[in-house]
């Protein structure tokens, strides 16, 4: 039987009653439960998962809606009491809180005049409008936000160019700004390479291991998947390269991204071959032959970190970082056992097993996204689960284990898999520790091939640094104990993987060539605040998430926390009228 | 409109607010400067226009005691008798220029203050505080009740009126207000320090009158007794400062904020003198032994005006003393409750700086957009009448003005300018 309760103007964020929906549906005696704000989609939501009431039906935008599907009637005030004491234990800890949190732009400007970035992780139909706001203010953005439209997001980069500002974004995961973690980010040692990259996992995997290398990053920009695609043409990508050749402290530039379009790739490529810097470029599925000019291009996110601390260093760069000896001995598989199973949270990681994997099968480099799976090949199956096929209603899986471990299990239960692939993503706004959460299903899906007769093997890679809020150490340490290979790239996992199973890739010498510029002459100057963006302290104003404070305040950055809640609590003829009142 | 953009018309608003210069200049019955108190059996009321079947206990109760009072009936019954039979005209008290706590009953011979706005000549009034207990505005009306308001009529009105004309020209309210708001007042739940300012401006000048002792003794009495004394100055003083704001006939301050135990009220500079109203919520609070949340009457009172003018709940920083009153947390609470505030607000009032607040000003022009657009209900801290007729206070606390007021205020609004 359905029972509900509403709480009248309590509002959350979605990420919070997420994770006290979980709290919340581990108490015995409930069949289901869900916790969200009343908003009209939302309201679709509870509709979908069989929990919509007549209660729910009457409760406004700004109204927390708990819906239980219980058959003890006891338990509506279990509920009750766990959900109050979830609110009021946060409330305690955010009493004491060091930073200002406002309500609207006005006051979050009044509190921080000097801002110069707005970090924007609000709901995708409205983040377009908040960016819109913050250029208006002469702000940076970067917008944390997914679900943006392309045409939102060319129109606010074409503003923001014009203006002389930068979008990061949308749907931006990570950002290193003079030392400071935006988002999920690493605590990477600063140094002399600037990246830019266009996809997140891989702008934390070349900066983590360009920090285990022993060298540091100076600025890593963010740019959103769709930038070096039509129709944005990588906005934001050049203004970010003029901005890193321009910024002194800078002597490597990175580029990461997936393959662009071919046009915007070959703009990109002559800006960077304009460059008076090396470059190191990895488009991944692109297949490199040779270093042309300045720009040396890479495989993958491995050998791009290290071209790039060679280059920094002064060394001659190597015709191939990748191949190496990856042999795991009494591999013990049975007849069937054939096949990988890459269970990924990171998007550009699993991009790259895929293809390393697609290569290693002889099926070239190019990878298609389909359906959340990058790579679904006679039993081979890649998958990002934090694509929104897998997050819709629920917290990515950096943050939350509960999708990954089904995974875990159903892959183990599979009599061809004969190894599971896995990556654990430290840093900031990630899991607090997400080996220990993973590990019981590692651990169950382990025993029951081993029942069945099958030695499951169990391959991961983490990454991250040692000055990460998690312990790098200790996730190493607690995985191997369990019996998981670990690796310390991407790469090196995929291919250990790969040699499992008797597989292997074959890599390219690649010979360094003169020649790549064009005759055509770029402006490579940038705006005054781009400049300051690049040789400043960034102050932030952090629109949404609370929890991306926590890196800012440990950085000692400046910023305020703007409690953002939809403009006239999501009606939107109100919304409307305050926009023609003006 | 009149100006370029919302902003700007908003800003005309807010310097009205901040250039007026209200004084204290007379204490007068109400009938002499109200002329619609002369015509038979009227009656002024709180908030937005109500029927007598409509009024809650409180103000039902004060009604009976102003007939009683003015003599019109000898016996309660009788007097509710004409009440309900229609033989008294209800008016609300802000369509005269008047104002008037909780049920804000005012009739023809009670005493009222006069604040005059000496920047635009416009007047406003309100009765005279009565003390607690067992009072007119919150529907008592025993002999007690009705002995006192005729001691007002016939005593104290006519002792500070005689004082306030050896004054030069008044007392200047914004020095006073300006002096207690650093005094821990909040002019809406704390009135003490003003109330002791008053009384030390007033008795030099009542000690010069050539008055019976006894009565001079019991005046200063009474004003050394009554904290809240002030309250009523306070609420006349802001009602003459918005009045003047509302010439001003654009924009989105809110330039009026009442209620009448049934319904919320407000008026948008914009707007003119349209009332836009939603059903009052109930205050929430610290009550008195023996009472609860349940002996509660709806909100009541024009009482707001003080948050219109950005005191009171608005100003909760500005007095520690009365924190509790938010919760249980005291002063971290109080900061909160004025910074939140503060985002609906256009600016601060340099004239009035909070030290607690470190010096920043009160609140300065409630915009009903940011209202809408934050779901930030303006805060008003309020006394706590007896849902019973004549049972009187039973505690104080805070409610929220209920935001569809604003949505309707905003709507009405961009029809009037051809926006939609």
Redo the contacts between chains.
């Keep these: 039987m359905l029972h509900t309760i509403i709480k009248k103007n309590s509002y959350q964020d979605s990420i919070n009653l997420m994770l006290l929906t979980n709290s919340v549906s581990t108490m015995e005696g409930l069949n289901k439960v869900q916790i969200m704000m009343a908003t009209p989609a939302n309201k679709d939501i509870f509709k979908d998962a069989g929990l919509h009431t007549d209660e729910l039906e009457a409760a406004e935008s700004n109204d927390m809606a708990i819906v239980m599907d219980t058959d003890d009637a006891g338990m509506v005030d279990k509920v009750l009491e766990k959900v109050d004491q979830y609110l009021k234990d946060q409330s305690i800890s955010n009493k004491k809180q060091g930073f200002e949190t406002v309500r609207t732009w006005d006051k979050a400007v009044d509190a921080l005049p000097n801002a110069n970035v707005a970090m924007i992780s609000v709901p995708g139909q409205y983040a377009a409008d908040e960016a819109d706001k913050a250029l208006d203010r002469g702000l940076h953005v970067f917008m944390f936000s997914d679900n943006v439209s392309v045409e939102d997001e060319l129109r606010l980069k074409k503003k923001a160019h014009e203006k002389g500002l930068l979008v990061m974004g949308p749907d931006c995961g990570t950002g290193i700004l003079d030392g400071v973690p935006f988002a999920f980010a690493n605590v990477v040692s600063k140094g002399r390479i600037g990246l830019v990259g266009a996809s997140g996992t891989g702008i934390q995997e070349v900066s983590t291991i360009i920090d285990h290398l022993g060298e540091g990053v100076s600025h890593a920009i963010g740019t959103g998947g769709r930038d070096l695609k039509d129709p944005i043409g990588a906005i934001t990508m050049m203004d970010s390269i003029r901005a890193l050749e321009n910024h002194s402290q800078t002597e490597i530039i990175t580029i990461i991204s997936k393959p662009p379009a071919e046009h915007v790739r070959n703009e990109v490529m002559e800006l960077l071959q304009s460059l008076s810097k090396p470059v190191v470029a990895v488009f991944l599925g692109e297949k490199p032959t040779e270093y042309v000019g300045n720009v040396y291009q890479a495989y993958t996110l491995a050998e791009t970190a290290h071209i790039a601390v060679d280059l920094a260093r002064g060394n001659e760069v190597k015709p191939d970082y990748n191949s190496g000896d990856f042999t795991v001995e009494n591999t013990n598989l049975k007849d069937g056992q054939k096949t990988l199973k890459g269970l990924y949270s990171g998007g550009t990681l699993a991009s790259e097993a895929a293809v390393l994997i697609s290569d290693a099968l002889g099926l070239g480099t190019h990878i298609k996204n389909e359906e959340g799976y990058v790579l679904k090949h006679e039993g081979h199956e890649i998958v990002d689960l934090g694509d929104d096929k897998y997050t819709q209603g629920k917290p990515h899986p950096m943050i939350d284990p509960e999708t990954r471990s089904k995974f875990i299990e159903q892959a183990g239960a599979d009599a061809s898999t004969a190894v599971i692939l896995l990556d654990f993503v430290l840093g900031y706004g990630s899991h607090d520790d997400m080996a220990s959460a993973l590990l019981p299903s590692i651990k169950k899906a382990v025993a029951a091939a081993e029942e069945d007769g099958r030695t499951l093997h169990v391959v991961a890679t983490v990454c991250g640094t040692k000055n990460d809020p998690q312990s790098y150490d200790g996730h190493v340490k607690e995985l191997k104990e369990a019996g998981v290979i670990v690796k310390e790239t991407n790469n090196e996992a995929v291919r250990t993987a790969l040699n499992i199973v008797g597989l292997h890739v074959e890599d390219n010498e690649k010979k360094h060539v003169e020649g790549g510029k064009s005759d055509k002459k770029f402006d490579l100057s940038v705006s005054d605040d781009i400049a300051s963006l690049v040789s400043e302290r960034p102050r932030v104003i952090n629109v949404g998430l609370k929890g991306f404070t926590e890196a800012l305040e440990d950085t000692g950055t400046q910023f305020v926390q703007y409690d953002w809640r939809p403009v006239a609590g999501g009606n939107a003829r109100m919304a409307k009228i305050l926009s023609l009142l003006k | 409109m009149n100006y370029k ?3 700007e018309a908003n800003k005309a608003v807010i310097d009205k607010i901040t250039g007026s210069a209200p004084f204290l200049v007379d204490v007068v019955p109400a009938k002499d400067k109200i002329k619609e108190l002369n015509d038979g059996k009227v009656l002024l009321h709180a908030g937005p226009p109500i029927k007598w079947e409509d009024m809650t206990g409180p103000m039902q109760g004060s009604c009976i005691g102003a007939s009683l009072y003015e003599g019109w009936a000898s016996s309660p019954e009788e007097a509710e008798k004409q009440l309900a039979g229609g033989e008294v005209t209800f008016i609300p008290c802000h369509h005269v220029n008047a104002v008037g706590p909780m049920g804000g009953i005012t009739s023809a011979n009670m005493p009222v203050f006069v604040v005059e706005n000496r920047t635009d000549g416009n007047e406003a009034y309100c009765i005279m505080n009565e003390g607690i207990g067992k009072v007119l505005r919150f529907g008592a009306n025993s002999q007690e009740v009705i002995d006192r308001l005729k001691w007002m009529q016939n005593v104290l009105g006519p002792t500070i009126a005689n004082a306030l004309k050896l004054t030069e020209d008044g007392l200047n309210l914004n020095v006073m207000i300006a002096k207690a708001i650093t005094m821990g007042d909040e002019f809406h739940q704390r009135n003490i320090a003003a109330s002791l300012i008053f009384l030390k401006e007033i008795s030099p000048y009542i000690v010069q009158l050539d008055m019976d002792e006894k009565e001079r003794k019991d005046v200063i009495q009474f004003l050394a007794d009554t904290d809240q004394f002030f309250l009523n100055v306070m609420m006349a003083t802001s009602k003459a400062v918005m009045d003047a704001a509302r010439q001003i006939q654009d924009g ?1 301050v809110v330039t009026a904020m009442c209620r009448n135990g049934k319904d919320f009220g407000i008026r948008i500079s914009g707007m003119g003198d349209e009332w836009f109203t939603a059903p009052v919520n109930t205050p929430q609070g610290l009550f008195f032994t023996g009472f609860s949340q349940e002996d509660a009457n709806p909100d009541i009172g024009d009482s707001a005006i003080t948050e219109t003018f950005g005191v009171g709940g608005m100003a909760m920083i500005a007095a520690p003393g009365v924190t509790r009153f938010v919760g249980a947390g005291g002063f ?1 609470d109080a900061l909160a409750t004025s ?2 505030m ?2 609906i607000c256009i600016s601060h009032n340099s004239n009035f700086t909070i030290p607690t607040w470190d010096f920043q000003g009160a609140c300065l022009g409630i915009d009903a ?2 209202v ?5 209900e303006p805060v008003i801290n309020t006394g706590i009448a007896n849902k019973k007729a004549g049972l009187g206070q039973v505690g104080a606390g805070t409610v929220r003005a209920p935001k569809e007021c604003f ?1 309707k205020a ?2 009405a ?2 029809v009037k ?1 051809g ?2």
Excluded: Q
């Design positions: 953009s919302m902003d989105t971290d910074n939140e503060a985002e957009r940011k809408v657009e934050t779901g930030i949505e905003l709507e609004y961009a300018l926006l939609i």
